[in-house]
Structure formats: structure tokens, C-alpha cells
């Protein structure tokens, strides 16, 4: 098994910065490509970014390319994501999520991923 916790959320004025972590903890040899996700309240829980296990590939959804920046540090067993010019509409509870080693699946999307965080609140406003 794997535990995920995310930290580094908060509230943060339009246009500013955040970086969120995920620490991994258990049987973190298991772990694969990982990614963020975000749900805003009253919606689906959709893809944000992702990186596979040794970092060579990363994947981000649209709306955040060239602000958001995902990266991982697996000596210390670490997930992150550097959120500049961040934007009202990003609003959302943030989940971290991993896949297990040797499972094939599209980057973005939720089945790949078989353990997943509960989230930290990122709220953007003035």
C-alpha cells in the first residue's frame, strides 16, 4: 500500500504563486507515473499534470501550460507542482495521485492512477 499527503495549499490573490507537495509514504518502490488533480465544488475531479517515474515525460492540461510545473524528487519520495499566475478559476481541492509500476494508461487519465490523496484547498481570489 501507498499513502499520499499533499501540503502547500492555501489562498492566494489572482496572479500569484503556490507550490504544492505530495509526500509518499509505504511501499514507495510500487510507484510509477504520478499526477495532480484538481476538483472545484460541484464538479468532476479532472487532470492537471503528470510525470512518469523517471521524469522524462510530463503532460499537462491546456489551461495551465506555461504556469504550472510538475516534478518529482524520488530519493526523498516527493511529488510537486509550482503554480504561478495562478487564476480564479483554479479554485479547487488539489489531489495527488500514483500509479503502480508497469501499469500502461494515458497520463491524464484517472484510471492509470490506483492511489490518490485527500487533497489540500488551493483558493484563488482577491
Known amino acids: 500500500q501507498v499513502q499520499l499527503v499533499e501540503s502547500g495549499g492555501g489562498l492566494v490573490q489572482p496572479g500569484g504563486s503556490l507550490r504544492l507537495s505530495c509526500a509518499a509514504y509505504?511501499?514507495?518502490?510500487?510507484?510509477?507515473?504520478m499526477g495532480w488533480f484538481r476538483q472545484a465544488s460541484g464538479s468532476e475531479r479532472i487532470f492537471v499534470a503528470a510525470?512518469?517515474?523517471?521524469?522524462?515525460?510530463?503532460n499537462y492540461v491546456d489551461s495551465v501550460k506555461g504556469r504550472f510545473t510538475i516534478s518529482r524528487d524520488n530519493a526523498k519520495n516527493m511529488l510537486y507542482q509550482q503554480m504561478n499566475n495562478l487564476r480564479p478559476g483554479t479554485t479547487a481541492v488539489y489531489s495527488c495521485?500514483?500509479?503502480?509500476?508497469?501499469?500502461?494508461?494515458?497520463?491524464?487519465?484517472?484510471?492509470?492512477?490506483?492511489?490518490w490523496g485527500h487533497g489540500t484547498q488551493v483558493t484563488v481570489s482577491s
Open positions: 509505504g511501499r514507495t518502490g510500487d510507484i510509477g507515473a
Open positions: 495521485a500514483a500509479a503502480v509500476r508497469k501499469t500502461y494508461a494515458a497520463l491524464d487519465s484517472q484510471q492509470l492512477y490506483t492511489y
Open positions: 510525470i512518469t517515474r523517471n521524469g522524462d515525460t510530463t
